[in-house]
């Protein structure tokens, strides 16, 4: 009898344990987590949203690089540019001076145009006009219209000086050297022909001294050696 019962217990205690098993299994089935994970469509919604901003905030990241990248190439070039500019003029004004010198010597003649006898205007228009290409008006006075007007202490070489001994212009020169304030020029004078001359020291040229004037110009270099000045 007793025997009997302990079997029948154990078949009822086996019983309830398979069906407990049986139960866990079915819950832990993945299709409930799969409709919960399909069921949230906002929260999918939001990591798309989201994904689409760093992409346009990534793509805005390199445009703006590009950009700067762009900007420092364009500087770069303008630099560049400058430099290469500078290098001409200065190369421009050294060969002007360095025709002029061949000059050195020549005497003067009024109304005179070659190396056997030559006035100071048409000195300053052969010397331009075979280095620069310029083609600058015959007589000083005509001369004294080109270009624009310089302070006497922002004097470069190739700047033109003017002077006269009443109101109109009759004497022309092409400064020749600057250092430390003391200005050189070369020029045809009518006593020694065409000679290098100093403006602060001559008292002669220094009071008859009346303007300045810059016919080739850095920012136009490029310009100046092309295009013929008429007036």
């Known amino acids: 009898m007793k025997k009997g019962l302990v079997f029948c ?70 630099n560049r540019g400058a430099i290469e500019r500078a ?21 003067y003649r009024f109304g005179g145009t070659t190396r056997r006898g030559i006035d100071c205007s048409a000195f300053v228009l052969s010397v331009f006009g075979a280095v620069a290409g310029l083609n600058l008006p015959r007589v000083a006075a005509s001369q ?6 310089v302070n006497k202490e922002e004097l470069q070489k190739g700047d033109l000086l003017f002077f006269s001994k009443g109101s109109r212009i009759s004497h022309v020169g092409i400064v ?9 020029f070369i020029h045809a004078s009518t006593s020694q022909g065409v000679m290098v001359s100093t403006l602060n020291t001559d008292k002669y040229w220094g009071q ?24």
């Open 87 to 107: 290098i001409r003029h200065s190369k421009l004004i050294d060969g002007l001076l360095t025709e002029a010198e061949t000059y050195l010597g020549t005497p």
């Open 9 to 78: 217990l154990t078949l009822i205690v086996s019983a309830l344990s398979m069906q407990s098993c049986a139960t866990d299994f079915v819950v832990a089935k993945p299709t409930i987590y799969n409709k919960e994970y399909t069921k949230d469509n906002t929260t999918l919604a939001i990591s798309d949203k989201q994904i689409e901003r760093n992409k346009k905030e990534l793509i805005s990241s390199f445009t703006s690089i590009n950009q700067n990248n762009t900007l420092a190439n364009n500087k770069n070039t303008s």
């Open 176 to 184: 020749y050297d600057v250092t430390d304030g003391d200005v050189k």
């Open 144 to 149: 004294a219209h080109e270009g624009y007007t």
């Open 208 to 231: 008859k001294y009346r303007f300045a004037k810059r016919i080739l110009d850095e920012e136009n270099t490029d310009e100046n050696t092309n295009t013929a000045s008429v007036n």
